[in-house]
């Protein structure tokens, strides 16, 4: 089909190797063809996936559960060497009875601090301490992260709590782009009357506070996780509907549509091929918006009572709980802000990147 | 018989500064596979009759108030959304003033051209590939088959109108409707799109609408001209008529403030004073306040167009009375 030997005038927008005229040329691919090249938007969907993996498959191997509790282990400090308190009925009886402890602080509390160091040097260097009948050596469990005020381990709860926190911010922003962009590009397409009320019911839910929606649909459906999704996405479209219709007023006067109505396309073919691509950069960059936007919503909500309840646990939740104990226990609120953050570091540089990517004109060659 | 004739099509706009009468009262028709020229200055109401006919006219603020537009048994101001979007594209088609944005830069050319193929013939995408390279090699675009996969800021504007036509053409229509295809392009390449719009209209029997202000562009392409002024037409007759014996001072005028190469060092003719307020219900000729001949006559009632000899009108009062057939209206006009 291609004629080699001659040479074309016009490069092509992407090295396209072997591209036949059937094969279907979608916006997708050559978008992701663009975003190849983009080495910031690349790191960002790799770290994404990364966590993501991470999030989904982590739990299973931290060999703690994110609920179980060890009341004499909280809130240990990352990689704080744990002790093990063996318990005989009567010494030299197989009976035993273990207890985890992060530090021999609260054990010995009415030793002298020189006394209580010793012992401590001498657990440390892996000799074991025996009193009375309890014996004490060195444990070879870790907790990576450390563990919260309950004796939880915090690796496992924010890999879980990243579950939720995902699964809530991509439910709750897929669900306000489909509402938002179709009920935005409708508005705006049409025009007249039909933009004034759907615009209107857009105010007056907007108008509504939110924690009253979430509490109303509570009420009326039962404390539900897939109820968040819903709260959110009801509350979260809004703006993506606002931001969508005044981009598609903005194109729809424009010459090209004028062209695909004289050409005799239908409204939703105008819709849904031409408008709708046109936006689609605006899109994504405030859905990137959303997605943190969301996450957070989530943990207001759960804070309130309303969302994620314990023993379960969101990104949100965990920052909120850090954030109280920030001077005596700082990594409780590190780990979980450090997830946070890369993910939503890596999902505006995906962003930025989807959005060059997706304009045909971006390509540099 | 006709294959498009329009009659006392008036379209109005309803704007907060009064209703502006675009189009008040414009009735012309055309003939299979003819070439005609509708010419007038900026807000005569040009485009604005043939987007009526096409229904692309926003409503509202805009209203087709009167009129009937019969093409092939069908009133086009009168028939269903569904009618006329079959009609559109299909077997009227048009193109736009500006290639640089009439088409949408999200999109790959050939996604584009086959558009029209698949909506009105059902056509396979892989078949309308190939009529849509066809149609770009008819147009003398060279390797049709790579380029069709490019995206449109890739063309130039010369390109880029050329794939308009070809888009606008590709499903064969009975009339094409041009809005000012070469405004936007530099003199070089009108030619050759003119060319290729009379090539392909000649290949495919087309009647053509071309809507224009280029006077000379109408002298060498189209077989009829139509003279648009205030809304209304002042004065339609065959290409070679109008040039030779103007009937409405006001087509004179224009043929006048065409610059010419050996009137070198004299100033421009221009038109004096301005194009009436369309926001006014204009009583008389909306000309006479511009028109060196005007008499107390023209400013009393409407005048409807009237055949002076065949296939030439005017809707000049006097001319019709007979007093200014043997005035050379151009010198007088110039004489103002």
Redesign the interface.
């Known amino acids: 089909m291609r004629d080699s030997t001659r040479a074309a005038p016009f490069a092509d927008p992407v090295p396209v190797q072997g591209e036949s005229l059937e094969r279907g040329s979608s916006l997708w691919r050559d978008a992701w063809l663009r975003l190849q090249k983009n080495r910031i938007a690349l790191f960002g969907l790799w770290t994404f996936m990364l966590i993501a993996i991470l999030c989904l498959g982590g739990p299973f191997f931290t060999s703690y559960s994110y609920e179980s509790t060890e009341i004499s282990l909280k809130a240990s400090a990352p990689t704080e060497r744990i002790v093990l308190r063996t318990e005989f009925r009567k010494v030299g009886e197989p009976r035993e009875s273990y207890l985890a402890l992060s530090s021999l602080e609260d054990e010995f509390l009415e030793r002298s601090p020189a006394e209580r160091r010793a012992i401590k040097e001498r657990v440390q260097n892996g000799n074991e301490f025996r009193e009375g009948n309890a014996a004490y050596r060195l444990s070879n469990q870790r907790h990576v992260f450390g563990t919260d005020p309950l004796g939880r381990d915090l690796l496992t709860r924010v890999l879980i709590g990243g579950r939720i926190s995902l699964a809530v911010g991509f439910a709750a922003t897929l669900v306000s782009i489909a509402i938002g962009v179709v009920w935005g590009a409708a508005a705006g397409f049409a025009g007249g009357k039909v933009d004034t009320v759907m615009m209107r019911f857009a105010d007056i839910l907007y108008a509504l506070p939110f924690t009253v929606i979430v509490i109303l649909l509570m009420v009326m459906f039962g404390r539900n996780f897939v109820l968040l999704f819903v709260a959110i996405g009801a509350v979260e479209w809004l703006n993506m509907s606002r931001i969508v219709r005044g981009q598609i007023i903005a194109l729809k006067n424009q010459e090209f549509i004028e062209a695909a109505i004289s050409l005799g396309l239908p409204a939703y073919r105008i819709m849904f091929r031409h408008l709708i691509p046109n936006v689609m950069g605006s899109i994504i960059i405030y859905t990137t918006l959303t997605v943190p936007n969301v996450m957070l919503l989530e943990a207001v909500l759960s804070f309130l009572g309303l969302g994620v309840q314990p023993p379960l646990s969101s990104w949100g939740v965990l920052i909120d709980e850090g954030s109280r104990t920030m001077e005596t226990s700082p990594w409780l609120l590190f780990f979980p802000a450090v997830f946070f953050t890369l993910t939503l570091f890596s999902l505006n540089f995906l962003g930025d990147g989807l959005r060059d990517a997706l304009d045909p004109k971006s390509s540099k060659d | 018989m006709a294959l498009l004739e329009i009659e006392d099509l008036r379209t109005y706009f309803y704007t907060r500064a009064g209703i502006v009468r675009a189009v008040d009262g414009v009735s012309l028709s055309l003939s299979h596979g003819e070439t005609m020229g509708i010419v007038g200055e900026s807000g005569s109401g040009k485009s604005v009759t043939c987007y009526s006919i096409?229904g692309?006219i926003p409503r509202?603020p805009g209203k087709i108030v009167s009129g009937v537009a019969r093409f092939d048994g069908i009133d086009l101001l009168s028939c269903s959304d569904r009618q006329?979007?079959?009609?559109?594209?299909?077997r009227i088609?048009?193109i736009?003033?500006?290639p640089m944005?009439?088409?949408?830069?999200?999109?790959?050319i050939?996604?584009q051209l086959v558009?029209?193929l698949l909506?009105?013939e059902g056509m396979s995408?892989?078949g309308a590939?190939?009529r849509a390279?066809e149609s770009l090699e008819e147009l003398g675009i060279q390797?049709a088959?790579?380029?069709?996969?490019?995206?449109p800021?890739?063309?130039s504007g010369g390109m880029r109108q050329r794939i308009?036509i070809a888009?606008?053409l590709i499903s064969r229509p009975e009339i094409l409707i041009a809005d000012e295809p070469t405004s936007a392009l530099d003199v070089t390449v009108q030619a050759q799109i003119l060319e290729l719009i009379k090539q392909r209209q000649r290949e495919l029997g087309t009647a053509v609408i071309f809507i224009t202000h280029d006077l000379g562009v109408v002298a060498s392409f189209c077989q009829y001209v139509t003279v648009m002024y205030a809304g209304r037409i002042v004065e339609s007759a065959p290409t070679g008529e109008l040039f030779a014996r103007p009937m409405h001072p006001y087509s004179a005028s224009l043929q006048q403030s065409i610059p010419a190469l050996h009137q070198k060092g004299q100033p421009l003719y221009t038109i004096p004073g301005m194009p009436p307020d369309l926001t006014l219900d204009i009583e008389g000729c909306p000309f006479a306040p511009r028109c060196g001949h005007a008499t107390a006559i023209c400013r009393e009632q409407r005048v409807a167009l009237k055949e002076i000899t065949s296939g030439h009108g005017t809707a000049c009062i006097r001319f019709q009375r007979g007093e200014l057939a043997n005035t050379p209206l151009a010198s007088t006009a110039a004489a103002l």
């Not at chain 2, 006329?84 to 299909?90: P, S, V």
């Not at chain 2, 944005?101 to 790959?108: A, D, G, H």
């Open positions: 096409l692309l509202p006329l979007r079959a009609i559109r594209g299909k088609s048009m736009f003033q500006d944005t009439s088409l949408n830069p999200y999109m790959r050939s996604d558009e029209p909506v009105h995408r892989s590939l190939i390279v390797d088959s790579t380029r069709i996969n490019l995206y800021h890739q063309f308009m888009m606008a």
